[in-house]
């Protein structure tokens, strides 16, 4: 069914392709197949397994137990929030984790999305640049199974959350943005730099810790928190934490921001993708 789509693709106008909200409209005229390429990957992620579908909840879940028991009760870690009960440090961690699960998922997959998928760029008519999209969007799959299981475990700790937790899915925006811009550059140079696929897995795993997942801001020394500041990632976390157990609404001014410099990633992201493609053929 993808081959017979792919054949009646037809490529956009030039203005189109490079203009401000090409990479928008790159999605928007393709959703139909990035939705079928991402069930596909879906499905054949977990192909022939005993388990099946299952491990989609039980992953997270085993995740969940594991740092829970580590940083909870061996470490003891505790957050400066204003909620109280014996899962509290689940609730709160696992509400960074999968936001955290977006990005890397989609950063690690990035250098190794054309150079996997070596047909597609041999397809004149196939628009390679919905490739991060296809991530991006099995991301957000995983992202909406962790989020119902911490919907439960909320409403069993808390109860019903504030009306502030309607602004979360809005706060994803802009960080979703941010993530496809930069896995659309690890895209491009991946095809020529085979080693960046093995450097982004070390850095993804050295920016988990220096991400207040685990810990909170508060907690970290002054002399070092300008490390945790500087991440884009950590302003996100805040903001939705905010809303899930402060009963605070996102700060307009943050999210002005953050949309303006998601969509500058994701832009530039598309730019440097759409200049180097032309050479992919050439090295795949």
Same mark, same amino acid.
């Not at 009306?163 to 309607?166: D, R, V």
């Given at each position: 069914m993808v081959s017979a789509s792919v054949s009646t693709l037809k490529q956009p106008a030039t203005a189109a392709r490079y203009g401000p909200l090409a990479p928008i409209r790159a999605f928007y005229e393709y959703r139909v197949l990035i939705f079928r390429l991402a069930r596909r990957e879906i $499905? %054949?992620?977990y192909q022939g397994s005993a388990l099946g579908a299952m491990w989609l909840v039980i992953a997270p879940l085993l995740q969940l137990l594991i740092y829970t028991f580590v940083f909870s009760i061996v470490f003891k870690a505790k957050w400066d929030l204003p909620v109280e009960g014996r899962l509290v440090f689940a609730v709160v961690f696992f509400s960074g984790l999968i936001v955290y699960n977006i990005f890397a998922e989609c950063v690690n997959r990035g250098p190794r999305l054309i150079l996997e998928n070596p047909n597609y760029v041999k397809r004149l008519v196939f628009p390679l640049e919905i490739m991060p999209w296809v991530a991006a969007v099995s991301a957000l799959f995983n992202f909406c199974i962790g989020l119902a299981l911490l919907a439960v475990i909320y409403l069993i700790q808390f109860g019903i959350p504030p &009306?502030? %937790? !309607?602004a979360v899915p809005l706060l994803i925006i802009p960080f979703v943005m941010m993530t496809i811009g930069?896995?659309?550059w !690890? &895209? &491009?140079t991946g095809v020529y730099l085979r080693d960046l696929a093995q450097i982004v897995v070390l850095i993804t795993m050295l920016l988990m810790f220096v991400t207040p997942i685990f810990y909170s801001t508060d907690q970290v020394p002054e002399s070092f928190r300008i490390f945790i500041e500087i991440n884009p990632i950590s302003s996100v976390l805040g903001q939705i934490r905010g809303c899930l157990f402060e009963a605070k609404w996102p700060d307009p001014v943050w999210f002005? $921001? %953050?949309f303006a410099f998601g969509w500058g990633v994701l832009y530039a992201g598309y730019a440097w993708f759409t200049k180097t493609r032309k050479g992919f053929a050439d090295v795949v």
């Open positions: $499905a %054949a992620r &009306a502030s %937790a !309607l930069l896995t659309y !690890l &895209a &491009a002005i $921001a %953050a």
